[in-house]
């Protein structure tokens, strides 16, 4: 009996042990007038994603929320959505589908420092101040970007945060 136990546990032991970080990823900064934006480039992971779309328990990590960027406020306060957000650094934060109503995000204040130690695992939010928290109103786009990518572009008294990642876009409107 003690053979047959002994062998079952060899035998489930690779699928619980957590896979390798990837060793490749990098962060990435845009600008704007008032606003910088920082992001790691990781790697599309469509069975990640849907997971997280679907809330799915498939994907471990597909069942937490995960902090996509720094937005950094460092002249002005600005609106988001309907959140006046006062000059500092925020994490926006992706959650899972875990209710049936949909992915969100939040604008998170919180201490950046405690987000991105380890580039190469994708973090969880530390404890913050939520400012704002809504749907998430991922469009699907072609081509795939084979990275998650962030994009500042400022227009007349605005700018516009663009997250993409595999075949999917997020337009996010800051509003001065």
Known sequence: MKTIVV???????????PKEPAKDLFMHSAQAPGMELRVVDYHWQPAFFEAMEKGSGAIPEAKRNWVVARVILNSRPMTFFTARLPVGNYGL????????????????????????????????????????????????????????????????????LTIRYGDRRLVLPFVQ
Do not use: H
């Open 93 to 160: 934060v992706l959650w899972p589908n875990l209710d049936g109503k949909g992915m969100a995000i939040e604008m998170r204040r919180i201490d950046m420092r405690e987000v991105y130690p380890d580039v190469n695992a994708i973090a969880p939010a530390p404890p913050g101040e939520t400012m704002y928290k809504g749907p998430a109103k991922f469009e699907t786009t072609s081509p795939l970007v084979p990275r998650f990518d962030g994009t500042l572009e400022a227009g007349e008294g605005k700018v516009t």
């Open 7 to 17: 062998a079952l546990l060899a035998v489930a032991a690779p699928a619980q042990m």
